[in-house]
């Protein structure tokens, strides 16, 4: 498995809304982005995603969305872990200021020889807030892992 740079979705999920904000998103923490990935974050009511050990990370309240990515981003560097994601599948509906949108996503996780794909699916509630879009809610779940050659 290889990193990819970048990767040339279809132009009807390119298309849909927050699309390219998912992408940021999802580069944001391939890249440990912590600055512009809070910029992007609210999270009002705090998010769910997938732990180190492959479960669930409930984050009630900013602070901890701060400390889990804090954190987070320093473990995967401790490791010389390399993250990225490639979207499989993209849905969404924008309606007046705010909107959502389902994910599937393959996230890949190179430490040493061993790589990893875990195939995750988010649902994201984003908000426009003073003019911009914001994402609000933040909730994936974990459908399967494989070791890749």
């Not at 910029?39 to 701060?66: K, L, M």
């Not at 995750?120 to 494989?146: A, F, M, P, Q």
């Amino acid at each position: 498995m290889k990193k990819l740079a970048s990767v040339d979705y279809p132009e009807e999920m390119r298309n849909k809304p927050f699309f390219d904000l998912t992408v940021e998103m999802l580069n944001c923490v391939r890249d440990h982005n912590y600055h512009r990935l809070s910029e992007i974050c609210d999270d009002d009511f705090g998010i769910i995603d997938i732990n180190t050990e492959g479960g669930s990370e409930v984050i009630r309240d900013r602070a901890g969305w701060e400390n889990w990515f804090q954190s987070l981003f320093e473990r995967l560097g401790a490791m010389g872990a390399q993250t990225w994601s490639e979207i499989t599948n993209y849905e969404a509906i924008q309606r007046g200021d705010m909107g959502y949108c389902v994910v599937d996503f393959d996230q890949m996780l190179v430490v040493g020889d061993k790589n990893m794909r875990f195939a995750v699916l988010s649902t994201i509630i984003w908000k426009r807030d003073n003019g911009t879009w914001k994402e609000s809610r933040y909730h994936c779940s974990l459908l399967n892992v494989r070791e890749e050659s």
